[in-house]
């Protein structure tokens, strides 16, 4: 299995990113993806992720920080999962990585996650 994240860049505050993570190896569908951040020195941060495919479709959940600001998306065809971050402040600096895991459980938790890419950065200038 391999995820491959990228997008990241430097932007100013306010300004828009969007981040991809590509995913080979595994069945897309039945996997939940997330998308975590951990600036050096701190604990890794859970900022939003997206369920497996269901009859019923997708469900989503997001951190408080980023919520109404970030949206995760994910295009099954093309295995891929999306974060488009909207309004971006300084403090959404940090790196940002992709995770996935099949099993049921809390979309929070990164321990849960079985897989993870490499990271891409995001600095947001003030």
């Known amino acids: 299995v391999q995820l491959q994240a990228f997008g990241g860049g430097l932007v100013q505050a306010g300004g828009s990113l969007r981040l991809s993570c590509a995913a080979s190896g595994l069945t897309f569908s039945s996997y939940a993806m997330g998308w975590f951040r951990q600036v050096p020195g701190k604990e890794r941060e859970f900022v939003a992720a997206?369920?497996?495919?269901?009859?019923?479709?997708?469900?989503?959940e997001y951190a408080d920080s980023v919520k109404g600001r970030f949206t995760i998306s994910r295009d099954n065809a093309k295995n891929t999962v999306y974060l488009q971050m909207n309004s971006l402040k300084p403090e959404d600096t940090a790196v940002y990585y992709c995770?996935?895991?099949?099993?049921?459980?809390?979309?929070?938790?990164?321990?849960?996650?079985?897989?993870w890419g490499q990271g891409t950065q995001v600095t947001v200038s003030s």
């Open positions: 997206i369920s497996r495919n269901t009859w019923s479709g997708s469900s989503t």
């Open positions: 995770a996935s895991k099949k099993v049921g459980g809390d979309l929070r938790v990164g321990e849960e996650y079985h897989y």
